[in-house]
């Protein structure tokens, strides 16, 4: 009886542990870095929100900057991927969808950038 017991324990244990789902999003894409990113902007969470820029930009958002942003709620908010691409002097935005049949990304739209608009995009240094 006392091996049954242990071996129904055993099989219980390891059902638990199979239907356990640790799924975590992660910032591995596009989407999921504007998800992450607007969570933390909700949450007020400074740190986290400051750890998804890459090293060389981290600085660029101070506690001042994040404090402006605490004030814009992202409920209800719509997630849009744009690639900034610039062909012989001219700046172009690609908006870019995930097919859901395919599960490939497409092109939806390209929009040249005006002039005045270029500085947008520039970082210092190219970084």
Do not use: H
């Amino acid at each position: 009886m006392k091996k049954w017991i242990k071996l129904i324990s055993l099989i219980s244990v390891l059902f638990i542990m199979s239907c356990t789902n640790d799924k975590k999003v992660r910032p591995d894409t596009p989407e999921n870095l504007s998800l992450l990113a607007s969570l933390a902007i909700n949450n007020q969470d400074y740190e986290t929100l400051k750890s998804y820029f890459t090293e060389t930009r981290k600085e660029t958002i101070n506690s001042e900057y994040f404090a402006n942003l605490k004030e814009i709620k992202s409920n209800g908010a719509e997630f849009r991927t744009y690639s900034y691409i610039r062909i012989n002097g001219k700046s172009l935005l690609l908006e870019i969808i995930k097919d859901q049949d395919t599960k490939t990304y497409k092109i939806q739209n390209i929009m040249v950038v005006p002039k005045e608009l270029e500085g947008l995009f520039n970082t210092p240094n190219g970084k």
